[in-house]
Every structure is written in structure tokens, then in C-alpha cells.
């Protein structure tokens, strides 16, 4: 079982900046492609940004492109979410996911990701 602890999350004004990580405990890491999902009250959980395991593609959903940065220490089994220019929009508890056993779904379906973390909330005032 893999385990995912995110951190970060707070309350910040509109404009400012955030960096999530999501530290792994599973030591073959460095093998799975990463993702963060966010879920505001009453909405769907959606896809805000993903990572191959290499780092050498990265997706972001149009709603953070230009603002959000997605990155990864395979050597710290972590991964980050860097949040710039926040929005009140962009309140929601974040989560961080794992893609352990390719289901073909691509990195933007919920589905495809086996192991989820706790969750941190992230809150921007306006």
C-alpha cells in the first residue's frame, strides 16, 4: 500500500502563492506518474495538473495553465504544486494521486490513479 501525505495547503489572499507537496512512502516512486485533483464544496473532484514519472510531460487543466507548476524529486519521493496568482475559485482541498498500474485512461481521469492522499485545503480570499 502506498501512502500520500500533502502538505501546504493554507489560507492566502487572492494574487498570492502556495507549494503543495506530496511526499510517497512507496520506494518505487520514481515509476509512477503523479497528479493533483482539487475538490471544491459541492462540486466534482477535478483534474488540475499531472506529471510522468520522468518529468518529462506535465498537463494542466486550462483553469490553472500559466498560473500552476507542477514538478517531482524522484530522490525525495515527492511531488509539488507550486500556485501562483491565486484565485477565489482556486478554494478547494487538494489532493494528491498516484498512477501505479497504467489503466489507460490518461492522467486527467480520476480513475486512473490508484492510491490517494488525505487531502490539504487550500482557501484564497478575495
Known amino acids: 500500500q502506498v501512502q500520500l501525505v500533502e502538505t501546504g495547503g493554507g489560507l492566502v489572499q487572492a494574487g498570492g502563492s502556495l507549494r503543495l507537496s506530496c511526499v510517497a512512502s512507496?520506494?518505487?516512486?520514481?515509476?509512477?506518474?503523479m497528479g493533483w485533483f482539487r475538490q471544491a464544496p459541492g462540486k466534482e473532484r477535478e483534474f488540475v495538473s499531472a506529471?510522468?514519472?520522468?518529468?518529462?510531460?506535465?498537463f494542466y487543466a486550462d483553469s490553472v495553465k500559466g498560473r500552476f507548476t507542477i514538478s517531482r524529486d524522484n530522490a525525495k519521493n515527492t511531488v509539488y504544486l507550486q500556485m501562483n496568482s491565486l484565485k477565489p475559485e482556486d478554494t478547494a482541498v487538494y489532493y494528491c494521486?498516484?498512477?501505479?498500474?497504467?489503466?489507460?485512461?490518461?492522467?486527467?481521469?480520476?480513475?486512473?490513479?490508484?492510491?490517494w492522499g488525505q487531502g490539504t485545503q487550500v482557501t484564497v480570499s478575495s
Open positions: 512507496a520506494r518505487t516512486f520514481s515509476s509512477y506518474d
Open positions: 494521486a498516484a498512477d501505479r498500474f497504467n489503466h489507460g485512461l490518461g492522467p486527467t481521469q480520476p480513475n486512473e490513479y490508484d492510491y
Open positions: 506529471i510522468s514519472w520522468r518529468a518529462s510531460n506535465t
